[in-house]
């Protein structure tokens, strides 16, 4: 049986994530050094050596320092701060009271009825940067041992009373038909039921982030190197 996920103190959720300014610092320095270094060659052509260096080093820095003072600021405090405080809203009360926490990449996850789901906002990047447009509901399942998983799966997605499902890697995922003002109780009940009918059984997050999500980590970074050899 899956143990619930105990209620956790929402304050607690890290605004600034341990070490991530190292990905904005690297970008600043990457990206720093290829403007620096077209100053410098666009200067030289016209001033001194010493001079389009100095113009170049100075370029390099001031991206380092947009990177790190824009960049980070904005992106890892201000607006993960704002979708931090959405989360806690009375939207999604019914999560709080069933001891759904806030994970610190800006997702409700939890257990209900033994099955585990995650609510990712999708933010509203038309509107205010703090929005949220609407929802995507995930849950995750076993088959028995026996079934043919992938054509199963194919097959049971389509549409039904609650959205049109997506079921795919173990995982069905959905954008709820009220989705402006979603009733997260009876989207999990009705998700649940279909669940249930199809004998799809309750799959823990650490067993299906150990498989299917390591799988398709795997893949997606063999889509990266593929993306960058073709340059």
Known sequence: MIE???HNDMNKVPIIRKNRYKDYLGNGVIGGFFVGLIFFSFLLIKNPFLYSLKAGLVAWLFMIVIFMGIGFTSEEYFKRKAI??????????FLHDNGFIVHEDLFLE???SNYHFRVLPVPDRQGKITGIKYDIIHAFYSFDSDSNDKRKEKNLSGEYFIGDLLFANHCV???PKDWEKPDFKENFEGLISILKRENLKPLTINDWESTFGKMLNEEDEIEKNRGQDSF
């Open 110 to 112: 939890g257990v209900y």
């Open 84 to 93: 931090i405080r959405k989360l806690q809203s009375n939207k999604y009360s």
């Open 173 to 175: 995922g959905y954008v």
């Open 4 to 6: 619930p996920i105990l």
